[in-house]
């Protein structure tokens, strides 16, 4: 088993602490009846996690400070730092996933929520069973970094290529099993992903739309899990981060929701991002590159790829 700073206790608080806040969240975002969140309201919620993730940093830093040291609390609250920041980033690329299904089946933008809240729910579960796959995989085979290195350089390097690349997904195999194998309508029902017509069960297009997503998730995970493992191979600071990042996915949904072609760049920091600490894993044995280095490289790719689609899209809009 590999070397965790948490105890028992703190597992069981945060994982206590996770579900309090998505009951919160899914009464806070929309209730039990549908309605379209505001940007606005979705700024505030969007900032309230950020705030709360700062401030699950701060109570481990002062935690470990007293109970291990101050060096170790300074590294494990960087370490947390820049894996959420590299989740977050890794996040938007979900975003404008979301918002290709969306728009390709057409959901009413009341009945999103719903979908991004069963997606969250899913995102959860999967990173938590793959972080522990992840955790004993290089716990036992520590050669397994490399592979983790390797993938994430070619992820990153095939996403600046293909970065405006809209997949067909009429084509899509799994859209064509479900259309070919279930008794789908052809309009929604509400939020409902199944309605019952003449004493048979149908699936609505908001089920198919929910399925997507949830593939979607496995999709970036794959991408995320071994990331997070270049800045550090603690499961609790790997689990932690990444659960912060997904629960304010949704959040941050609506919010870049309207605007999201004015950030379209992001997709080559991300990519970026991927390639830098895909390298970071493969030269472990040769060169450690600081955390504090890591988390400013992040910072400023980020910022740099925000700037300049704000740039190129302004730019546009003179021109035309």
Known sequence: MMETVAQGWMWGAFVAFVIAMLVL?????????????????????????????MVFNALLWWYLD????????????????????????????????????????AVPAEYQR?????????????????????????????????????FLVITGLKMVLFAEHKPDL???????????????TNEYSGEHFTVVKDGLRYFTPLFAVLVMVEISDVIFA??????IFAVT??????????IFAILGLRAL?????????RFHLLKYGVAVVLVFVGIKLLIADFYHVPVL???????????????????ATRTKEVKV
Do not use: C
């Open 25 to 53: 969240d899914m009464f806070a975002l929309g209730g039990n009846k549908p309605r379209k969140v505001s940007v606005k309201e979705a700024a505030a919620w969007s900032l309230g996690w950020f705030t709360l993730a």
């Open 66 to 105: 007293g109970s291990v040291g101050r060096e170790i609390a300074n590294t494990k609250a960087m370490e947390f730092f820049t894996g959420y920041l590299i989740e977050k980033s890794l996040s938007v690329d979900n975003l404008f996933v979301f918002l290709m299904l969306f728009g390709f089946f």
């Open 114 to 150: 719903r979908v991004l809240l069963y997606g969250v729910l899913g995102a959860i579960v999967l990173r938590a069973v793959m972080i522990l796959a992840g955790v004993w995989l290089v716990s036992q085979f520590s050669w397994i970094l490399y592979v983790f290195g390797a």
């Open 170 to 184: 009429e084509r899509n195999p799994v859209l064509k099993w479900m259309r070919s194998h279930l008794r789908m």
């Open 222 to 227: 794959v991408d995320s899990i071994p990331a």
């Open 233 to 242: 191979t603690d499961p609790f600071i790997v689990f932690t981060s990444n």
């Open 253 to 261: 949904y609506f919010m870049l929701a309207d605007m999201a072609d």
């Open 293 to 311: 280095l890591s988390l400013a490289f992040v910072a400023l790719i980020l910022t740099l790829s925000v700037i300049a689609s704000l740039i």
